[in-house]
């Protein structure tokens, strides 16, 4: 089992920036990826970017290319989510979820959520 722990939410104002991490512990060895998702009020969860285990595939949507950066810290066990150019549209709970070797293809254990305010 592994367990993920974010944090580095908080407010900002539009045009800020945050860095969220992801931490990851236990069976950290059987990740194959690591995906930040959000969830905004009255919204669906939605996928915002993903980074494979050995940090040499990343991916985001559209909406956050050229804004935010993810990356991992191998010695860490964290994942990172830089966060720049804020936007209000980006006020969300960001979770982060990991995939695993073996596994179903989908995300199978999640963090907590971190909320993510952006004022006008």
């Known amino acids: 089992q592994v367990q993920l722990v974010e944090s580095g939410g908080g407010l900002m104002q539009a045009g800020g920036s945050l860095r969220l991490s992801c931490a990851a512990s236990?069976?950290?060895?059987?990740?194959?990826?690591v995906g930040w998702f959000r969830q905004a009020p009255g919204k669906e969860r939605e996928f915002v970017a993903v980074i494979n285990w050995s940090s040499t595939i990343t991916y985001y949507i559209d909406s956050v290319k050229g804004r935010f950066t993810i990356s991992r810290d191998n010695g860490k066990n964290t994942v990172y989510l830089q966060m720049n150019s804020l936007k209000p549209e980006d006020t969300a709970v960001y979770y982060c979820?990991?995939?695993?070797?073996?596994?179903?293809?989908?995300?199978?254990?999640w963090g907590q959520g971190t909320q993510v305010t952006v004022s006008s």
């Open positions: 236990g069976r950290t060895f059987s990740i194959f990826s």
């Open positions: 979820a990991s995939s695993h070797v073996g596994g179903s293809g989908k995300y199978e254990n």
